[in-house]
């Protein structure tokens, strides 16, 4: 079975560092990926690891550890803006190459607060 | 501005009714996913499609839905009879498919379905 794990719910303070957790167990691996999806909108590509260690991209970063099943996103400097939900996906291993279905966690709806 | 577009953007209907959504992938990309978001349920694959070959069909009820890619341009889904229980956001994303691995899904606004 495929089981993704994260918060229900978060909330930090404009201007703060927020970490949002994510755990897996898949079936198989080929890489994890966070979205950002705005309430009434379309998920947003956010960032994308499939190695161990750390991928920054701005204001984000995603951690990942394969070993322990993890990853994190990581959102500095807080804006008002940021308050959606964040979504942490996993693209099982398949042995067909190319752009395959991503198995999703129900999403971390984060609230940011003056 | 490339855009996966998706009509129609919100839909009521009665239960027992047909329903029709469409989807318009971005140009040149090769692989369609259908996918529905529910509150309890989050996020999942319905059905996907690679050059207009469906590969994955398994999360979808096979008695009342159905997927098909007419042309290139246009993927559709289809329920019938609907039944309350379809009430969700069905999302239609498209992305290319060669290697790296690494290539992202791009996700249309969604379809709001209610079936009363």
């Known amino acids: 079975g495929q089981n993704i794990d994260q918060p229900t719910e978060m909330t930090a303070t404009e201007g703060a560092i927020v970490q949002i957790n994510c755990t897996y167990q898949?079936?198989?691996?080929?890489?994890l990926f966070w979205y950002q999806q705005h309430a009434g909108e379309a998920p947003t590509f956010l960032s994308y690891?499939?190695?161990?260690g750390l991928e920054e991209k701005g204001r984000f970063s995603s951690f990942l550890s394969r070993s322990k099943g993890y990853s994190y996103l990581l959102l500095k400097e807080l804006q008002m803006k940021d308050s959606a939900s964040y979504l942490c996906?996993?693209?099982?291993?398949?042995?067909?190459?190319?752009?395959?279905?991503?198995?999703f966690g129900k999403g971390t709806r984060l609230s940011v607060i003056a | 501005d490339a855009r996966v577009t998706q009509t129609p953007r919100h839909k009521v209907t009665e239960m027992g009714q047909e329903v029709t959504m469409r989807c318009q992938p971005i140009?040149?990309?090769?692989?369609v996913f259908w996918y529905r978001q529910t509150m309890m349920q989050g996020l999942e694959l319905l059905a996907y499609?690679?050059?207009?070959?469906?590969?994955?069909d398994s999360g979808m009820p096979k008695d009342r839905f159905s997927a098909e890619m007419p042309d290139a341009t246009l993927a559709t889904l289809k329920i019938q009879p609907s039944e309350p229980r379809d009430s969700a956001v069905y999302f239609c994303?498209?992305?290319?498919?060669?290697?790296?691995?690494?290539?992202?899904?791009?996700f249309g606004p969604g379809t709001r379905l209610l079936v009363l």
């Open positions: 140009l040149g990309h090769n692989t």
């Open positions: 690891n499939v190695l161990d």
């Open positions: 898949t079936s198989g691996f080929n890489g």
């Open positions: 994303a498209s992305g290319p498919s060669g290697t790296p691995v690494q290539e992202t899904q791009y």
């Open positions: 499609f690679r050059n207009r070959a469906p590969l994955d």
């Open positions: 996906a996993v693209r099982t291993a398949d042995r067909r190459s190319g752009n395959t279905p991503l198995v």
